[in-house]
């Protein structure tokens, strides 16, 4: 599978990135940057399996430090820019950061820190950059290039934040990890695609799907926050032809008026992607009436323990279920870990990828494991006499009345969709 630096050999000048500011990286600038980043970082003693964090809202720069961590092989945790400064200490010291990458509208929180900071939008720091926006060469790498890893953090239902941490295995430099063969394999991105990320880059799904998109030559545009109508606007604008959203963004895509939906030139989008929260059945068809047959649904988390996948097709032919397993291998267990048959309601398991564990937290990653040593998300479903997953509800909320289990999501369904 290709790497950024492919492209900007291969196609220096065609654009990679444009941010939420209107500021366009090509691809040459995109790999310079990084280089020139990932050189400091080096020369600043960090190797592979350091680890940093990034605290910084959606920009350029942003995908310049993910690339520039992970080509120098390190562990890079994205942090949540709008956590206190309480638990954003937790987090970086949690995680073993040697290094913090910040921007100037995030560094308060970061005052009482012992760690060191690199703030983007210091002068001498913004000056690196902007000299390798600039430069025409192709800049030297100063290290040997290797895939780094992501530790994201993952809050859960309770307790502190946890690191997902998964073993930093050396991968030859421009070998993907298997979620984004998974996105490029499933849904058509080459280098004509143009993927619209209207979400906060330190969740894992934008933030894996951009720097999917990327790796396959793709161009990623990025916004700021969502906002429904400057969403349609930004497909019409740059022919945006894939994009990831979550539910909550889908109804409030048909909160508005059919004149304003109605407005905006949307031919260009090829598929629609949506994640990380169950889908209301009926918020599902009102959008697969809207945009028609392009709509996908996958299921997964940060842990990457495994993914379920369906189509339009196949999600109008088995409403409300997340599809079948195509990472990893599904399994439905009772209290006993005992496996069940179709239909039965049980615990969501995968098996066959990569192993994880919750930094620091033995008793944590015990608990998402079963005896057969197959993982959980903590999630309730059932697989249909197809092989197709339902999700009921996250086993921390199953409610218990009377001996019977009440599910919320089947409640939060009925309510979404009431006008």
């Given at each position: 599978m290709?790497?950024i ?9 065609s654009?990679a990135v ?6 366009q ?9 990084s ?10 003693g960090?190797?592979p399996?350091s680890?940093v964090s990034?605290l ?18 390190l562990?890079v945790t ?8 309480d ?6 010291e ?6 913090v990458l910040?921007?100037?509208a995030?560094a308060?929180?970061l005052?009482g820190l012992?760690?060191s900071?690199?703030?983007v939008?210091?002068d001498?720091f913004?000056?690196l950059v ?10 030297p ?7 780094g ?11 502190k934040?946890?690191?997902i941490r998964r073993?930093l ?9 298997a ?13 004509t695609t143009?993927y619209l990320?209207?979400a906060?880059?330190?969740?894992a ?20 926050k969502?906002e429904p ?13 894939h ?16 004149e ?11 598929v ?10 009926d ?5 697969l009436?809207?945009w ?6 996958y299921y ?5 323990n495994?993914v379920t996948a ?7 032919a088995?409403?409300?279920?997340v ?11 009772d ?9 039965q309601?049980?615990a ?6 990569p ?6 937290d033995p008793?944590?990653?015990r608990e998402a494991y ?8 903590g999630?309730?479903g059932?697989v249909?006499k197809d ?10 909320f ?17 309510l979404?969709s009431?006008?």
């Amino acid at each position: 599978m290709p790497h950024i630096h492919d492209h900007a050999y291969a196609m220096p000048d065609s654009l990679a990135v444009i941010a939420p500011d209107g500021q366009q990286l090509s691809w040459k600038m995109l790999n310079n940057s990084s280089i020139a980043v990932a050189n400091l970082l080096y020369s600043q003693g960090l190797r592979p399996a350091s680890v940093v964090s990034i605290l910084m809202e959606n920009r350029a720069e942003y995908l310049v430090l993910m690339w520039a961590a992970l080509r120098l092989g390190l562990y890079v945790t994205p942090i949540n820019w709008h956590l206190k400064e309480d638990e954003v200490r937790h987090i970086v010291e949690d995680s073993d950061a040697e290094l913090v990458l910040c921007s100037a509208a995030c560094a308060d929180v970061l005052a009482g820190l012992s760690v060191s900071l690199v703030n983007v939008d210091d002068d001498v720091f913004s000056d690196l950059v902007e000299r390798a926006w600039r430069c025409e060469d192709h800049l030297p790498v100063e290290f040997e290039q290797t895939e780094g890893q992501i530790m994201f953090y993952s809050s859960g239902t309770t307790g502190k934040p946890k690191g997902i941490r998964r073993p930093l295995v050396a991968r030859e430099f421009g070998t993907p990890p298997a979620v984004d063969g998974f996105i490029a394999a499933s849904y058509g991105v080459d280098r004509t695609t143009v993927y619209l990320s209207p979400a906060p880059m330190y969740h894992a799904a934008p933030l894996n799907w951009c720097l999917a998109i990327l790796r396959m030559g793709g161009a990623v545009v990025m916004m700021s926050k969502f906002e429904p109508e400057a969403f349609l606007t930004q497909i019409e604008k740059h022919g945006v032809t894939h994009t990831q959203l979550v539910p909550t963004m889908f109804v409030r895509l048909l909160a508005l008026s059919k004149e304003v939906r109605g407005r905006y030139d949307l031919s260009s989008l090829r598929v629609a992607v949506h994640a990380a929260a169950p889908c209301a059945p009926d918020v599902k068809r009102r959008m697969l009436d809207w945009w028609g047959p392009i709509i996908h649904e996958y299921y997964g988390g940060s842990e990457s323990n495994g993914v379920t996948a369906l189509g339009p097709d196949e999600w109008l032919a088995h409403p409300g279920s997340v599809g079948k397993a195509v990472l990893g291998h599904l399994h439905i267990c009772d209290e006993n870990d005992n496996e069940l048959g179709p239909e039965q309601v049980g615990a969501v398991y995968f098996s066959g990828l990569p192993d994880f564990e919750y930094y620091k937290d033995p008793d944590k990653t015990r608990e998402a494991y079963n005896s057969k040593g197959y993982s959980t998300l903590g999630d309730i479903g059932y697989v249909d006499k197809d092989g197709f997953l339902y999700l009921t509800d996250r086993r921390a909320f199953t409610i218990v009345s009377g001996g019977v289990n009440i599910y919320p999501q089947e409640i939060e369904n009925v309510l979404i969709s009431h006008p």
